[in-house]
């Protein structure tokens, strides 16, 4: 189970889709969930405008879209807060590190980086520069 989180307009929407597409042709069932913010314009970079798709897929039927992630693709420290909880414990999260400037921990309300103060401990951490990725690709 995987759920990708960031911004609304970030496109979690378009990645998760894409994921589902690519999930399907490989053969696999699968259950969806996209989850929408609260607010339709948040500011950028706040909890309230945490958009997210979830997908559960496997070779075996697949009735939900379950409850509880095996891997968190966090695109900013507002996702990451918002959706970290609901993340197995010893799962996966990737991070997109370049967005954990000090302006982005601020608005998601974090002192420090919870990339390197320890906190996030109980889960494997992958942090890469995913923007900065994407922008030389």
Do not use: C, H
Not at 99 to 119: C, H, I, M, Q
């Amino acid at each position: 189970m995987v759920r990708f989180a960031g911004d609304s307009g970030d496109g979690m929407q378009l990645t998760g889709g894409q994921f589902t597409l690519s999930t399907a042709l490989a053969g696999n069932d699968l259950a969806t969930f996209p989850d929408f913010p609260a607010e339709i314009r948040a500011p950028q970079g706040t909890t309230f405008g945490v958009s997210a798709f979830q997908i559960n897929f496997g070779s075996r039927e697949i009735n939900t879209a379950g409850d509880q992630p095996d891997v968190l693709i966090a695109m900013n420290p507002a996702a990451l807060k918002m959706n970290v909880g609901a993340l197995k414990l010893s799962g996966l999260i990737i991070a997109d590190e370049g967005e954990f400037g000090a302006r982005n921990l601020a608005k998601a309300g974090y002192e420090v980086s919870p990339l390197t103060d320890g906190s996030l401990a109980d889960w494997q951490l992958i942090a890469l520069d995913i923007s900065k990725l994407t922008l030389e690709a």
